[in-house]
């Protein structure tokens, strides 16, 4: 079990994790998904003991990390975004010098034969690290974590630089350990994140700004009361339409998946239920409905929403900062707009 609360992490003036507070159950397998520069790793390497916090409190199996990192850290293993093998050892000396730094009690035999088995390294135990491919060292890390058998495991970007093949390796390497380990993974790739992860917990601009299993996420997010329509019809006309329909608000073009029809999405304004208009308004044109659902979005399209420039959390964060940057203000901005310009 990992509680964090209102944990705040500062580099000199720049607040990297703000205010940020979850838990995570015993078995659970989590996501933390974010892009480049989101906070992952910090959070990652508070909770593992290596950089000190700012604010807040996290706890780990009812060990405060601040207070106990020692019993703290004795129930979590970690890879860490740059795992920290020593290339001239062979797998099998980096495993035993990993257990003697950890002060592992339990028989050192047959546990490290264990864990190279669980991984599938026994067949290498006895090459250098550096002539390993980097799908081999990665579970050379993985091992290195598991050593002392912690309840917990903390991933950072486990599978960044592999092959498709090594992903797939790992992905199933790690969903193997989620049956009897707490896992909490990074990526900055929603894929890897939804292939093994129960739950979801987004992370942008040091804010948690989701937090949910995929399901929940896609509901939260669609709860506008937005229908997605399907119309065979003149797209300028229809659009025009619906958008004439009382209690509407907007009106999306959503592009087109069957001959001659065209998709939208249409946002009513709050609770307003626009389906019997749309439906007269159409029918007196002629123009029929293929179909209308209410609209879901993919988790692609939520992580997309969530860590977009306008993103909410982020315009706060960028509020903040005007003062610190003015100098650059006018290059950066100028900057912004090519870009904008250009997509
Ligand atoms: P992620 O793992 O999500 O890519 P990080 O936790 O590595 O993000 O970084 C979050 C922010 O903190 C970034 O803006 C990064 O530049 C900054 N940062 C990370 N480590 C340091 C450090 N040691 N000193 C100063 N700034 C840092
Ligand atoms: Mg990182």
Known sequence: ???????????????????????????????????????????????????????????????????????????????PEIPPLYTDMTVREYLDFMFDLKKVKLPRKPHLDEICKLVMISDVQNRLIKNLSKGYRQRVGIAQALIGNPDTLIL?????????????????????LGKNHTVILSSHILSEIQAVCDRIIIINGGRLVADGTPDELSKALSADGALEIRVAGPKRDVMKTLSAVPGVESVDD????EKGSYDYRVVPEEKADVRKVVFARLAERNWPILSLRDSTLTLEQIFLRLTSEDAPSLEEEEENKIEEVSVETEEESSLTMVKEENE
């Open 1 to 79: 079990m990992i509680e964090v609360t209102a944990l705040s992490k500062r580099y000199g003036s720049h607040l990297a994790v703000n205010n940020v507070s979850f838990s995570i159950k015993d078995g659970e397998v989590v996501g933390f998904l974010g892009p480049n520069g989101a906070g992952k790793s910090t959070i990652m390497n508070i909770l593992t003991g290596y950089i000190s916090l700012t604010a807040g409190s996290a706890s780990v199996d009812g060990y405060d990390i601040v207070e106990s990192p020692q019993d703290a850290k004795r129930h979590i293993g970690y890879l």
């Open 156 to 176: 950072d970007e486990p599978t960044v630089g592999l092959d498709p093949k090594q992903i797939i390796e790992i992905r199933d390497l790690i969903s193997r």
């Open 254 to 257: 959503l592009g087109s998946f």
